[in-house]
């Protein structure tokens, strides 16, 4: 089992940036693969962007590629999600989720979440 804490969301205009945190505790954090999610109001929890305990892979919703960026500090048990140019398309709720193995974009593969994190974005 982890435990994930998100933080960082908030309100912007479109154009602007945020950047999520998610705090990770339990066993062997190292070793889980960790992703976003985000679910806008009247539409299923969709993937967003995952990266395996080798920092070097990371996978990106088309939606989201080349504007969002994810990172994670092993050391710290942090994991980040950058995201730039934003747009109202991007309002959902955010969620931090990990599992004990690699990156799946199906939300049904991961059975750690976070409480999420509301972010908007103004037109």
């Known amino acids: 089992q982890v435990q994930l804490v998100e933080s960082g969301g908030g309100l912007v205009q479109a154009g602007g940036s945020l950047r999520l945190s998610c705090a990770a505790s339990g066993r062997t954090v190292s070793k889980y693969a960790m992703g976003w999610f985000r679910q806008a109001p009247g539409k299923e929890r969709d993937f967003v962007a995952g990266?395996?305990?080798?920092?070097?892979?990371?996978y990106y919703a088309d939606s989201v590629k080349g504007r969002f960026a994810i990172s994670r500090d092993n050391a710290k048990n942090m994991v980040y999600l950058q995201m730039n140019s934003l747009t109202p398309e991007d309002t959902a709720v955010y969620y931090c989720?990990?599992?004990?193995?690699?990156?799946?974009?199906?939300?049904?593969?991961?059975?750690?979440w976070g409480q999420g994190t509301q972010v908007t974005v103004s037109s």
């Open positions: 990266i395996n305990w080798s920092v070097g892979s990371t």
């Open positions: 989720a990990a599992r004990h193995g690699v990156v799946f974009t199906t939300s049904t593969n991961w059975d750690n």
